[in-house]
C-alpha cells in the first residue's frame, strides 16, 4: 500500500513562500512519475509540477517561474518550494505518485492572503 503524507502547508500573505513536503513509503525512483497537484473551491484538480523518474521536470504555466519541484532519493521525500504567492495559489496541494496506477495524498491546506 503506497502512503503519501504531505506537510507544509499553511497561511501565508501574497508575496511570500511555502515549502510544501511529501514523504513516501515506497522507493521515490519506484514511481515512473511524482508531482504535485491542487484544487481550489469549487476547480478541478490540477497538475502544477512533474518530475519523472529520468528527471524530466514540468510546470503548469500558471506557477513556471515561481514553484520548483524537487526530491530527495535517500530520504524517498518531494518537495515543492513555492515563491511568490498570489490569491489564485490558495488550494489544497496533494502528492501525486504514478507507476501504471495514479496515488494521491490527503493533502495540506494552502491560504494565500491579498
Known amino acids: 500500500q503506497v502512503q503519501l503524507v504531505e506537510s507544509g502547508g499553511g497561511l501565508v500573505q501574497a508575496g511570500g513562500s511555502l515549502r510544501l513536503s511529501c514523504a513516501t513509503s515506497?522507493?521515490?525512483?519506484?514511481?515512473?512519475?511524482m508531482g504535485w497537484g491542487r484544487q481550489a473551491p469549487g476547480k478541478q484538480r490540477e497538475l502544477v509540477a512533474s518530475?519523472?523518474?529520468?528527471?524530466?521536470?514540468d510546470y503548469a504555466d500558471s506557477v513556471k517561474g515561481r514553484f520548483t519541484i524537487s526530491r530527495d532519493n535517500t530520504k524517498n521525500t518531494l518537495t515543492l518550494q513555492m515563491n511568490s504567492l498570489k490569491p489564485e495559489d490558495t488550494a489544497i496541494y496533494y502528492c501525486?505518485?504514478?507507476?501504471?496506477?495514479?496515488?494521491w495524498g490527503q493533502g495540506t491546506q494552502v491560504i494565500v492572503s491579498s
Open positions: 518530475i519523472t523518474s529520468g528527471g524530466r521536470i
Open positions: 501525486n505518485a504514478a507507476t501504471w496506477i495514479e496515488y
Open positions: 515506497n522507493a521515490i525512483l519506484s514511481f515512473g512519475r
